[in-house]
Structures are given as structure tokens and as C-alpha cells.
């Protein structure tokens, strides 16, 4: 894929001894050119190593060897991936992942360029650094950081992997009869829990997250599948979802 250089200053040269397991999903909330004379700043303090333009124009800031500052902050992470670094903390983001911003803003609907470019440089990646092109080593930044609502609802992720692999990713079975009531907040996990696309056991496993991890979460349901006669189940941003009672 044909890319421009636009070098950033932010960046920390090596990945100290991690390597790229991941990428990270960002959207710039503004224009590409914006984009450009931000990471380039040094007054910005941040960077990612691509940016994709809504016509697909691929502009790169940080190389893959470095670490781009794109995802150092870490609250309430959704992601069954991340590292933790004991007592709460954890290990920096941007040491195992590569981030991909993209022109537009939470409410911006995705062009087929952004979706083109985007899913094209995904498959590179994942080929150079042996990354799996799944729901769980392509993530959202709101994933990492819940603070933020970064890349938005309007990226759809299952139809991004699927044009990575190159293979359809199956969907769970719409959930039906679920009324979803919104209102966020943070459980930790009491052991492993399995987050799942519907409110229901009989759809597949997306992710796992162990015990003693905190989770965010945008809203919930109380009326998803009954499971030990607790039918309330938690969902995210994202859309996924995972049961109450393997939180507290
Ligand atoms: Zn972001």
C-alpha cells in the first residue's frame, strides 16, 4: 500500500521488549491535514503510525518499530488483551500495539475508501508482525481507555475484520426482546468472563477476560438469557456483552 511519510517527533524510539500484538482503532475527530500539523507538533505530545483519509490516502507518522503515543492511558479496559503491570497498573499500550487513525468524527459514517485502506494496511500489519486478524487483536481505543469514546459507534468492526482476512465473520443471532438501559459504569471481574456479541450463551466467545480485571460498561439488560436465575448481563460500546453475576 502507497503511503506518505509525515514524520512525527512524538514517538518513543524501540518498543522496549515487547513486540506489536495488536492494533488500535482510532478516529482523529477532525481532517487528515488537521491531523498532519497536530502529530507533527511537538506541543501535541501524540501520534499514531497511520492515518487514513476518508478517500483512503494512507499517511504515516511513526514507524512500526516505534512506539506511537496513541494509547498510553488506561481506564477501565474492556479488552481481554491488555497487560497488566500488578496492583492496578499496566504495562503501556503503545509498546505492544500499532494505532490507525481515521479522518472523521464519532458520528461520521465510514466511506468505502476509509473501509478499503483501513482493512488493506490491517492485513499488512498483521502479516509483518504475525498478528491474528480477530475481534480480539483489532480493538477499539475505547477498549484500552473508557474515558474516551474513540473510534465512536459508527466503525463497523465485524465488516473491517472480515474484509482483512478476507473471510465473513459470523454474526450472533439478533438478540431479541432485549430492552437495553443505558447508563455507564465499572465492575471487576470476580473470575473469567466471557464476553459475548448477544446477552445469550448459545452465541459465540468473542473475548475472555480474566479475574480481577476492571470492565466498562456502557448500559445493561435485564432480561438477556437466565443463567443461575440472573438474567441481568452488561454490554459495551462495542456491543458486545458478559453476564452480571461474573462480576461484582
Ligand atoms: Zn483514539
Known amino acids: 500500500m502507497q503511503t506518505t511519510f509525515v514524520k512525527s517527533p512524538n514517538f518513543t524510539p524501540g518498543r522496549k521488549t515487547y513486540t506489536p500484538i495488536a492494533i488500535v482503532i482510532h478516529i482523529m475527530e477532525g481532517s487528515l491535514e ?8 511537538t506541543e501535541s505530545v501524540v501520534s499514531a503510525h497511520y492515518g487514513v483519509g476518508i478517500d483512503g490516502e494512507v499517511h504515516q507518522y ?3 518499530t516505534d512506539s506511537a ?3 498510553g492511558r488506561v481506564n477501565a479496559p474492556t479488552w481481554s488483551l ?14 505492544y500495539t500499532i494505532g490507525i487513525e481515521h479522518e472523521g468524527n464519532e458520528n461520521t459514517d465510514w466511506s468505502d475508501a476509509t473501509y478499503q485502506s483501513s482493512s488493506s494496511m490491517i492485513r499488512d ?23 474516551k469514546a474513540c473510534p465512536g459507534t459508527k466503525v463497523d468492526f465485524n465488516k473491517l475484520i472480515s474484509m482483512a482476512s478476507g473471510t465473513p465473520v459470523p ?6 426482546g432485549v430492552n437495553k438501559v443505558q447508563g455507564p459504569g465499572k465492575v471487576t471481574t470476580s473470575a473469567r468472563v466471557n464476553i ?23 448500559g445493561y439488560t435485564n432480561n438477556g438469557e437466565s443463567v443461575s436465575g440472573n438474567s441481568k448481563w452488561y454490554y459495551t460500546n462495542e456491543g458486545n456483552w458478559f453476564w452480571s453475576g461474573g462480576v461484582s
Open 34 to 41: 488537521g491531523t498532519d500539523s497536530w502529530f507533527k507538533s
Open 62 to 64: 511513526v514507524l512500526e
Open 69 to 71: 503515543w496513541h494509547a
Open 125 to 147: 500489519i498483521a502479516q509483518r508482525w504475525g498478528i491474528p486478524i480477530d475481534r480480539q487483536h483489532i480493538v477499539g481505543h475505547h477498549e484500552i481507555y473508557s474515558l
Open 82 to 95: 491488555i497487560k497488566p503491570a500488578g496492583n492496578g497498573a499496566y504495562i503501556n499500550p503503545n509498546y
Open 171 to 176: 454474526l450472533g443471532p439478533v438478540a431479541t
Open 196 to 218: 459475548r456479541l448477544q446477552p445469550n450463551t448459545t452465541v459465540p466467545i468473542a473475548n475472555v477476560v480474566p479475574g480481577n480485571i476492571q470492565l466498562a460498561y456502557d
